[in-house]
Nanobody, 116 residues
Framework: VRLVESGGGLVQSGGSLRLSCTTSGIAFQWYKMGWYRQAPGKERELVASININETTNYADFVGGRFSISRDNREDTVYLQMNSLIPEDTARYFC???????????WGQGTQVTVSS
């Protein structure tokens, strides 16, 4: 099983990034997919998730700035991030979760740094 994140980088405040997480080795269409982030010295927190029926959930801090989507043909989940602020600086991780099968997988993460 592999989850490979990409799309992170350095961006100025107010800018945008699109993160991608390409998976292999899982039946992607049956997994709830999520993006989490972890800043130095802080716990990992949920950013957004998307269910197999494509319903979505966002953390309150997102405030309408981010959008999660999935492409079941490409086994990929995306996170479009707009209006980035320095507080969004963190390592962003992709998660694949299938509760019924008790399977949970993580990617290695991609760094997002927002300068003021």
């Amino acid at each position: 099983v592999r989850l490979v994140e990409s799309g992170g980088g350095l961006v100025q405040s107010g800018g945008s990034l699109r993160l991608s997480c390409t998976t292999s080795g899982i039946a992607f269409q049956w997994y709830k997919m999520g993006w989490y982030r972890q800043a130095p010295g802080k716990e990992r927190e949920l950013v957004a998730s998307i269910n197999i029926n494509e319903t979505t959930n966002y953390a309150d801090f997102v405030g309408g700035r981010f959008s999660i989507s999935r492409d079941n043909r490409e086994d990929t989940v995306y996170l479009q991030m707009n209006s980035l602020i320095p507080e969004d600086t963190a390592r962003y991780f992709c998660n694949a979760n299938q509760v019924n099968w008790a399977r949970n997988f993580w990617g290695q993460g991609t760094q997002v740094t927002v300068s003021s």
